[in-house]
């Protein structure tokens, strides 16, 4: 199978994952006698944008898309025109609504550590892009956020 297909279904796979997640976690979360307060309704308004943000991105990398830190193509349309990695962006808010949702402190540990790590693999990344899109890449990275 050729690598650019395997990183296609590896990115539809892991996008049908997380609503399978999502939908599972918000029907034990509804179906629990738990009333929903003012920080449920942030949780959920961070959810739903952040979730379909995040699709998005994935799927406008397409068979960019790669488990480990490589280049196979500078992807600047779409969503990264504006924000250079909004699949770790949208991840990190996604992940701040089930914290919300749920209000659990221990959550806030795991996002927090999930954020140091995040932020290891982006200058992987960028250092990798650099590498290989020299000048093209510096200059997009002074046009977008993040």
Do not use: C
């Not at 961070?46 to 790669?66: D, K, M, N, W, Y």
């Not at 790590?117 to 650099?130: A, D, H, M």
Request: aromatic share 20%; hydrophobic share 50%; charged share 15%.
């Amino acid at each position: 199978m050729k690598l650019q297909t395997r990183n296609y279904l590896f990115n539809y796979l892991t996008i049908i994952l997380i609503y399978i997640f999502l939908f599972l976690f918000l029907r034990f979360y509804l179906e629990t006698d738990r009333p929903l307060n003012i920080f449920s309704y942030i949780g959920i308004l961070l959810l739903v944008p952040s979730i379909i943000l995040f699709t998005i991105a994935r799927i406008q990398l397409g068979g960019s898309f790669q488990v480990s830190a490589e280049a196979n193509k500078l992807v600047k349309t779409g969503i990264y025109k504006r924000v250079r990695h909004p699949v770790y962006l949208f991840g990190i808010l996604f992940f701040l609504g089930i914290i919300f949702v749920t209000q659990s402190f221990f959550l806030l540990i795991i996002w927090a550590i999930l954020i140091f790590f995040q932020i290891k693999r982006i200058n992987q990344e960028e250092k990798v892009l650099t590498e290989k899109f020299g000048n093209e890449y510096l200059s997009y990275k002074k046009q977008t956020w993040f």
